[in-house]
């Protein structure tokens, strides 16, 4: 990770769960971290506790919907004043809702793709602009995944998030061949993890916490530092290795 030192990383969705523990772990290697949230205070709160561990990077708080398009222009233009540019995107932010193909609103379909799809793409984009401009040759994107994206589970809530995922797995390999015609060597990385003990699922059954706590308690989890730690094993790759997807799962999990 030394040759990341002093350098700029964009986090998505890091004021809690796995966005959280990515940034600290970003800044305790010394990088310059752009965390975006929608929850300004919860991001200050990371960056006084980064500040309070001695860490030596740091973190920016930046508040940001990603389901609003200038709202995500206007923080990358922030960025290239404050900081010129970012050379590490990291693609954190997802939203599920329990929303069935049979019975759903389309309003709660359109906001999952909203986020996990067009966000993600749109910081994928100007993340590239943004590496290009500056003949930044050595970046990397990587789209924090689900197991969802690579197979459909027998539960109708799951089904449309499922989707969402599917497309970003599609995307970050059409996102690796368009990196190759570029003729650029920006690598692009997938992390497609199983049940993580987060806020997650409490936030997905938010009408009945009790089967958030029941899935928790089901299986021995994966922890947010799991994900932080894959991470940090992709950027520490040589910068020959193309690493496409890794898809982590509890030791318990079946599926």
């Known amino acids: 990770m030394d040759r990341w030192k ?3 990383a964009l986090v998505t969705g890091a004021s ?19 965390g975006c949230a929608r929850n300004l205070q919860q991001l200050e ?18 508040k940001c ?3 609003v398009e200038d709202e995500v222009l206007s923080m990358f233009s922030w960025i290239k004043v404050q900081h010129q540019g970012i050379d590490v995107c990291i693609n954190n932010a997802g939203l599920a809702l329990p929303e069935p193909l049979l019975s ?24 590239y602009q943004s590496m290009k401009e500056r003949n930044i040759d050595d970046g990397h994107i990587i789209n924090i995944n689900s197991i969802c994206g690579h197979r459909a589970v027998n539960n109708a809530d799951v089904h449309f998030y499922a989707a969402s995922k599917y497309a970003v797995t ?9 990196l190759r015609e570029a003729k650029t060597h920006i690598r692009a990385t997938c992390i497609s993890p ?5 806020e997650f699922a409490y936030r997905f059954f938010s ?21 932080a730690n894959a991470v940090v094993y992709v950027l520490s790759a040589p910068p020959h290795v193309q690493i496409g997807d890794i898809v982590m799962r509890p030791v318990e999990q079946l599926t």
């Open 6 to 8: 002093g350098r700029v």
């Open 16 to 34: 809690v769960g796995i966005g959280a523990a990515i940034v600290k772990s970003l800044v305790q290697h010394g990088m310059k971290v752009v």
């Open 45 to 62: 709160n990371l960056a006084a506790e980064c500040v309070s561990s001695g860490f030596s990077g740091t973190l920016f708080p930046y």
């Open 65 to 67: 919907d990603l389901s």
């Open 104 to 127: 759903g609103k389309t309003s709660g379909w359109k906001n999952i793709m909203d986020v996990n799809v067009i966000g993600l793409s749109v910081c994928v984009r100007e993340a």
């Open 170 to 178: 599609a995307l970050t390999e059409g996102l690796r061949q368009e």
């Open 194 to 198: 199983g049940f993580v003990e987060t």
């Open 207 to 227: 009408q009945n916490p009790e089967k958030a706590e029941a899935l928790y308690k089901s299986i021995k989890c994966l922890q947010a530092d799991d994900i």
